[in-house]
């Protein structure tokens, strides 16, 4: 079974978040959602609260096949100025693991210089980032072991884009199918 970690910082994106935690569950993918720090209560941007299943500092980052960040503001500057998170993100990358990040996340992943020249991410986000390479096109944008999202009404697709890429084709159109969600390729 592939292990993900969330990483989850007070002001996430709730919808990306909890989307993208509930569709690869469904697709028997096991996720570890973490805060960044040691209480287990984070709060999303608007007011929704998680309860962390630990704290990004416990997290053996040998046993993860993927982390994923959720977008939302003030989340994404606390993942992008955590030093834990940001070196997650170096040894995953170091070790050609699997890296997603959505909305404003892609901020992050920059910072920790793990971002691939092909991206997306939420409008305006990538003048913080870099406009090469940035494309407004496509809901998920895949560029080596980076996958990159738009925002809210993109997190199903990329959460089943996620599940794909770790469970296969056939896992992908099982979850897919039981969702309904059709305009997701």
């Given at each position: 079974m592939s292990r993900v970690l969330v990483p989850l910082a007070d002001g996430f994106e709730e919808i990306e978040a909890i989307s993208i935690i509930d569709v690869l569950r469904r697709g028997d993918i096991e996720v570890i959602v973490a805060s960044l720090g040691s209480k287990k209560e984070v709060k999303g941007a608007h007011g929704v609260v998680v309860l962390a299943d630990t704290d990004v500092n416990s997290v053996d980052v040998a046993t993860l096949d993927m982390i994923v960040l959720p977008g939302g503001w003030e989340g994404t500057l606390a993942l992008r100025d955590d030093e834990n998170v940001q070196k997650i993100l170096q040894i995953m990358?170091?070790?050609?693991?699997?890296?997603?990040a959505i909305c404003a996340a892609p901020l992050a992943l920059h910072t920790a210089g793990v971002l691939k020249h092909s991206y997306t991410c939420y409008p305006t986000v990538e003048t913080q980032i870099r406009e090469d390479g940035f494309s407004d096109k496509e809901m998920v944008v895949q560029?080596?072991?980076?996958?990159?999202?738009?925002?809210?009404?993109?997190?199903?697709?990329?959460?089943?884009?996620?599940?794909?890429?770790?469970?296969?084709?056939?896992?992908?159109q099982e979850v897919k199918s039981a969702l309904l969600a059709t305009y997701c390729n």
């Amino acid at each position: 079974m592939s292990r993900v970690l969330v990483p989850l910082a007070d002001g996430f994106e709730e919808i990306e978040a909890i989307s993208i935690i509930d569709v690869l569950r469904r697709g028997d993918i096991e996720v570890i959602v973490a805060s960044l720090g040691s209480k287990k209560e984070v709060k999303g941007a608007h007011g929704v609260v998680v309860l962390a299943d630990t704290d990004v500092n416990s997290v053996d980052v040998a046993t993860l096949d993927m982390i994923v960040l959720p977008g939302g503001w003030e989340g994404t500057l606390a993942l992008r100025d955590d030093e834990n998170v940001q070196k997650i993100l170096q040894i995953m990358d170091r070790e050609a693991k699997l890296i997603g990040a959505i909305c404003a996340a892609p901020l992050a992943l920059h910072t920790a210089g793990v971002l691939k020249h092909s991206y997306t991410c939420y409008p305006t986000v990538e003048t913080q980032i870099r406009e090469d390479g940035f494309s407004d096109k496509e809901m998920v944008v895949q560029d080596a072991n980076v996958m990159t999202s738009r925002g809210p009404a993109t997190a199903m697709c990329f959460g089943l884009q996620i599940l794909k890429k770790l469970s296969g084709k056939e896992k992908f159109q099982e979850v897919k199918s039981a969702l309904l969600a059709t305009y997701c390729n």
